[in-house]
Each structure stands twice: as C-alpha cells, then as structure tokens.
C-alpha cells in the first residue's frame, strides 16, 4: 500500500456540485506513547512509540477527544497529566489537556467537558504555532513503572469556516 503525506487541510463539501453546503473539516488521529513515571514538563514530550520523534500537531490543531490506555503501576493513587509545548516559543501547558487523571485508569476516552480534561482540551491549543504533545506523572503522586498508549483524535480549525474555495 501506498503512502502519501499532504500538507493540506481537509475539508470536504459532501459532493455538493452547486459549492454551496458547508465544508466541514475531516478527523485526523496521532497515536501517542509516554512513561508515565517522568513527571510531566517541557521537556517530556510525547511520542508515537518508544523512541520515536516526537507528537508535533499543527497551528490551528483542536484535540476532540483522547483514547488512552493508561497501564501505569506503583504509587498510592498514581496519577498523569497531559499537555502540550508551544514548538517556537517553548511555552509549556504541561495540565492543558489532562489533568490528574487515574494513571492506571485503563482504557479510557475522554471529551472535552469531561471530568479530569484540562482547558484546552476542544479548543486550538496555538492559532500560530506548531505544538509539541507533553505527558507524564502528575507532581503529586508519580506510577513508579507502566505505560500510557493511546490516540489523539482532532482536526485541524477551518481558516474558510467551512466556505468552499474557488
């Protein structure tokens, strides 16, 4: 099977031939890895299996919802969080998208507005920048071994709001 990258945004009109219907934007998923024994900051950034590059999601990025399998052990009541790094400026969210959240859960989903959701969770994490996905123990009470595997479902914000292009 063939491979192909584009750097485009993924909008689709519904075969509308008239280029009138709204143009609404398609899903993307990043599967994501991280230990979480490190406590999360900066410089513990995500990525798509053990030592792989980096989750790196575009300016304009929205995560939707996070599946996760969350395997850590150790630790009284482990807890993990999720965030993410701004790729230039290296402005750190390390709680943004999960925060204190069981690190041995199990198989998981969360949606923004959910419980354990940090704030950015449903919304652009950066208009301007690219952004690095962060994860790891929450200061307070770190897995002292395990996992966290899982997808990232999000999009990609409409710069058109959904109007075809010529």
């Known amino acids: 099977m063939a491979l192909s990258t584009t750097q485009s945004i993924w909008r689709s009109g519904g075969g509308d031939q008239t280029r009138t219907a709204y143009c609404g934007s398609g899903l993307m998923a990043a599967e994501f890895y991280f230990d979480p024994t490190l406590v999360n ?98 200061t307070g009470d770190a897995p002292t071994g395990g996992t966290v595997t899982g997808t990232i479902i999000y999009f990609v914000e409409d710069p058109l709001f959904g109007q075809q292009s010529v």
Do not use: C, H, R
């Open 41 to 138: 900051t900066t410089t513990v950034k995500v990525s798509s299996a053990t030592g792989a590059p980096a989750v790196i999601l575009p300016a304009g990025a929205v995560i939707t919802a996070i599946q996760f399998n969350a395997l850590g052990t150790g630790g009284s009541t482990p807890t993990m969080d999720m965030g993410f790094t701004l790729y230039t400026t290296g402005t750190a969210s390390p709680t943004a998208l999960i925060d204190n959240y069981a690190a041995d859960a199990g198989k998981k989903q969360v949606v923004w507005g959910d419980s354990g959701t940090g704030t950015s969770l449903g919304g652009p994490m950066s208009t301007t920048e690219l952004v690095y996905i962060t994860g790891g123990a929450n």
